[in-house]
Nanobody, 129 residues
Framework: QLQLVESGGGLVQPGGSLRLSCAASGFALNFYNIGWYRQAPGKEREGVGCISSSGASTNYADSVKGRFTLSRDNAKNTVYLQMNSLKPEDTGVYFC??????????????????????WGQGTQVTVSS
């Protein structure tokens, strides 16, 4: 069974950092682009960023650019979202999603979510003093 599991969320003060993990089971992540999305209470889900299957390219929303960094360890079948300089507006449930399997590398997207077939259950991130 193909499964994605996010972890690493929690409560952090403004200016703090968290590292979220997205671990896959039942399939090899290296054939998939991975997107990260978040949903704040009462708001629509929004794309945060994405990383290509090879890890060679990443794309970020303007709201997190320069603060968030995506990386992947295909040997561990895991993608990481390092979040620094966190702000209260970063609060929400964070989801990872997988697009693939890809027969050839292509650019990842996060502005839409139709490409993503597999989703995790989400992990809560709360930024508050």
């Amino acid at each position: 069974q193909l499964q994605l599991v996010e972890s690493g969320g929690g409560l952090v003060q403004p200016g703090g950092s968290l590292r979220l993990s997205c671990a896959a089971s039942g399939f090899a992540l290296n054939f998939y682009n991975i997107g990260w999305y978040r949903q704040a209470p009462g708001k629509e889900r929004e794309g945060v960023g994405c990383i290509s299957s090879s890890g060679a390219s990443t794309n970020y929303a303007d709201s997190v650019k320069g603060r968030f960094t995506l990386s992947r360890d295909n040997a561990k079948n895991t993608v990481y979202l390092q979040m620094n300089s966190l702000k209260p507006e970063d609060t929400g449930v964070y989801f990872c999603a997988a697009d693939g399997p890809l027969l050839m590398s292509r650019r990842c997207v996060f502005q839409t979510s139709d490409e993503y077939d597999y989703w995790g259950q989400g992990t809560q991130v709360t930024v508050s003093s």
